[in-house]
């Protein structure tokens, strides 16, 4: 088993639905995460990161953690064409280790 | 600010060649971490460091080698290039534990 699981999409929704992003982690020393942005031919930005479980908001960005179930979740509100990328969560002990990347396409 | 820098953007070597490619920062981090990226596979660590004069394996190591002589520069060096290591090639830097990574644009790489 992978550290962290991602599912790759791609992801399809229409322009202004809410967006859930997901990934699982096996690793419980993890104690920071991070969702990375990444443009085709571009590297990763960074969008948002968290210590700890509980919710984080940032505009139409909100992350989410749960560390009991080793679960955390990107979720954009209003989404719009500028949105589609592909969203990699990230974990981190001593390094960071990426999950595959979800591919997301917000149609007009 | 120009934060993390790689070069070269695009590079074609032939199998058997050898190359470096570069990466400097010039933010002070610590932490440096060289991955590659391909079609779904997402991004996988090949080497990392946590400071200078320390370097540690990640998930991809076989191929490749790096040094860590500087805070600033951590090159990984394709010693023997193969069709397989054809990969989009992305440094970050993060100042330490707990701290968000930044990352250079990506060097191309295509082994023929």
């Known amino acids: 088993q992978k550290e962290v699981e991602q599912d790759p999409g791609p992801l399809s929704v229409p322009e202004g639905a809410i967006v859930s992003l997901n990934c699982t982690y096996s690793n419980s020393a993890f104690q920071y995460f991070m969702w990375y942005r990444q443009y085709s031919r571009k590297g990763p930005e960074l969008l948002m990161y968290t210590y700890s479980s509980g919710n984080k908001e940032d505009g139409r960005f909100t992350a989410q953690v749960d560390k009991s179930s080793k679960y955390i979740s990107l979720f954009i509100r209003d989404s719009q064409p500028s949105d589609s990328a592909t969203y990699l969560c990230a974990m981190m002990d001593d390094k960071i280790i990426f999950g595959k990347g979800t591919r997301l396409h917000i149609l007009p | 600010n120009a934060g993390v820098t790689q070069t070269p953007k695009f590079q074609v070597l032939k199998t058997g060649q050898s190359m470096t490619l570069q990466c400097a920062q010039d933010?002070?981090?610590?932490?440096m971490s060289w991955y590659r990226q391909d079609p779904g596979m997402g991004l996988r660590l090949i080497h990392y460091?946590?400071?200078?004069?320390?370097?540690d394996q990640g998930e991809v190591p076989n191929g490749y080698n790096v040094s860590r002589s500087t805070t600033e520069d951590f090159p990984l060096r394709l010693l023997s290039a193969a069709p397989s290591q054809t990969s989009v090639y992305f440094c970050?830097?993060?100042?330490?534990?707990?701290?968000?990574?930044?990352f250079g644009q990506g060097t191309r790489l295509t082994v023929v």
């Open positions: 933010m002070n981090h610590e932490y």
């Open positions: 460091s946590v400071g200078a004069g320390i370097t």
């Open positions: 970050a830097s993060s100042g330490g534990m707990n701290t968000e990574a930044f």
